[in-house]
């Protein structure tokens, strides 16, 4: 079993930045990918940008510029920089880790969520 806990959402003005974290623990066998997805209030879950083993990264069209996603192997740990925010950023943002691959079942992980505000 694989936990996640994420942590460094919060309220912010407009135009502000944040960082947030998310750490996996407990039994991690080869982490594929590492993500963060977000949800607003009445609408459904998107993906807002993807990182994989190799590093090579995808974002939502909505962040490009704006996000920054990073990973740490070592510590298990992914990141996104969050910058020049934006109000209709204001979501829950999950983190996903996806582990496995050739001769390794393939599992899928979310965080609890943490909640991010942007308003002045």
């Known amino acids: 079993q694989v936990q996640l806990v994420e942590s460094g959402g919060g309220l912010v003005q407009p135009g502000g930045s944040l960082r947030l974290s998310c750490a996996a623990s407990?039994?991690?066998?080869?982490?594929?990918?590492m993500a963060w997805y977000r949800q607003a209030p009445g609408k459904e879950r998107e993906l807002v940008a993807r990182?994989?083993?190799?590093?090579?990264?995808n974002y939502a069209d909505s962040v490009k510029g704006r996000f920054t996603i990073s990973r740490d192997n070592a510590q298990n740990t992914v990141y996104l920089q969050m910058n020049s925010l934006k109000p209709e950023d204001t979501a829950v943002y999950y983190c996903?880790?996806?582990?496995?691959?050739?001769?390794?079942?393939?599992?899928?992980?979310w965080g609890q969520g943490t909640q991010v505000t942007v308003s002045s």
């Open positions: 407990g039994i991690v066998l080869r982490i594929n990918t």
């Open positions: 990182i994989n083993s190799a590093g090579a990264t």
């Open positions: 996903n880790v996806v582990t496995g691959g050739v001769g390794v079942p393939v599992l899928s992980y």
